[in-house]
């Protein structure tokens, strides 16, 4: 029984360390697991981060997109020559050696434009980044499908925890009774004093385990709080119906079309692709490329500031500006094999996921299967225990049993029903594993 409680503690936490907190009004909440599933999905905060990381990488794409458009720049300057600059002139000319040229006052302002015609990296960075903002929305897919199971896992968690707590609330309560019964016969010399004592060892030994449960249960059920950002003060109200009313039946291996749904291998599969892409930006270093470029200028000198007298000068110019690459000292033959490897270690990493999946998915329907043996043998067992424990309670009250075979009869119908619970808590932790490898819809 102490193991059942720390696999639920255990369970909560883990599911715990990666979301985040948040705030809500202090109203009790009824939820349903699909209600609880939206809300986390509409709150939780690492799932906002992923939608705008998702953003973020659209806009890059935009920012991609840009190069695409004209540049234009304007710029301005102001020279002030403390000597002069000089031409060297011919021998015997009649200027002497050097001939000073400018003034004391140089100013010059611009307006320079260009646009390119064909750069081939530009159209692949615009697809890099689309296929980029492809994986991040992927990831926004994968997230809330780990966030649906997180939360599917915890809600029928906080349920199972608190049948725990009433099967040994229960059975807390049933040693409360014997014991004063059997206070009672002792009082009158019907029973000896070896039974008081162990009865209420028994009751002194089942309060402990209450407390712990009780605990436990609250801890998780505020773990749950967190996972659907609300604060930890806000009371919620779960819906038994969703536990009792859940069927616990066998599965069969899905055929291989979930691997197309898989998120891992879809995202692999995206990363090829833009390796791919990567590949093809490499060779496109070879490509030459073609810019229109055009300048308008006004400039103008004086020794003075008399700047209503300055005479200023427009010039302008257009063109083409074409670049060829020749050599580059072999680096892109170089980064088109480091690519190439990166494209041969995605593919290895690719069929070993695939593999492990393969493995992970089968596990999970045994596990489901077996699971659900438990858990119809375990029913049985309950039924049985709960009629031994009350054939065990007359014979005890009627003096044809021993009170070992009463405590006996007692931890029996408690273990049945840990038991049970024990085999419905495998079968929803291995169905939440199935869901989460076939990728299916959170919304389910």
Not at 105 to 112: D, P, V
Not at 180 to 206: E, F, P
Request: glycine letters at 4%.
């Amino acid at each position: 029984m102490r193991k059942l409680i720390t696999i639920f503690i255990f369970a909560g936490f883990v599911l715990s360390t990666s979301l985040a907190l948040g705030q809500q009004k202090p109203d009790t909440l009824h939820l349903t697991v699909k209600q609880a599933v939206d809300l986390a999905i509409q709150q939780n905060l690492m799932q906002k981060v992923t939608e705008l990381e998702l953003q973020k990488k659209q806009e890059k794409v935009k920012e991609y997109m840009a190069a695409l458009y004209p540049t234009i720049k304007a710029s301005a300057s102001y020279t002030r020559n403390l000597k002069l600059p000089v031409i060297f002139m011919p021998a015997g000319s009649p200027f002497g050696p050097t001939l000073k040229i400018g003034s004391d006052n140089s100013y010059t302002g611009a307006l320079s434009a260009s646009m390119p015609i064909f750069i081939y990296n530009v159209f692949e960075s615009i697809n890099i980044g689309r296929k980029d903002a492809e994986i991040s929305a992927e990831k926004v897919r994968e997230n809330k499908i780990n966030l649906a199971a997180s939360i599917k896992t915890t809600y029928y968690n906080v349920l199972l925890l608190r049948r725990t707590c009433d099967v040994i609330n229960q059975s807390y309560q049933n040693a409360l009774t014997n014991l004063n019964y059997i206070q009672k016969l002792n009082a009158n010399g019907m029973v000896s004093d070896y039974d008081l004592i162990r009865i209420k060892v028994q009751v002194d030994n089942i309060y402990p385990n209450l407390v712990q449960a009780e605990n436990a249960y609250n801890n998780l059920l505020n773990i749950f709080k967190v996972l659907l950002n609300i604060d930890v003060n806000t009371p919620v109200e779960l819906d038994e119906k969703e536990l009792s009313n859940y069927n616990f039946s066998e599965m069969v291996l899905a055929d291989s079309s979930w691997l197309s749904s898989n998120s891992t291998l879809r995202q692999l599969t995206l990363t090829r692709q833009m390796l791919s892409i990567q590949e093809k930006m490499v060779k496109g270093a070879n490509y030459p490329s073609l810019v229109a470029i055009g300048n308008y200028q006004y400039q103008t000198q004086a020794n003075d500031y008399n700047f209503s007298n300055y005479r200023w000068v427009p010039t302008s110019l257009i063109g083409l500006q074409l670049n060829v690459p020749i050599f580059s000292g072999f680096s892109v033959r170089k980064q088109l094999s480091q690519v190439r490897i990166s494209q041969q270690q995605l593919d290895m990493q690719a069929q070993f996921t695939q593999n492990n999946l393969k493995v992970q998915i089968q596990n999970a329907v045994n596990a489901v299967n077996a699971a659900v043996k438990k858990v119809n043998s375990a029913k049985g067992n309950v039924d049985l225990a709960q009629r031994g424990y009350t054939i065990a309670q007359t014979r005890y009250n009627t003096g044809q049993a021993t009170l070992l075979e009463l405590n006996d009869a007692e931890n029996a119908m408690l273990q049945a029903k840990l038991n049970l619970i024990q085999a419905q808590l495998e079968y929803l932790t291995a169905k939440t594993d199935y869901e989460k490898i076939i990728g299916e819809p959170f919304e389910k």
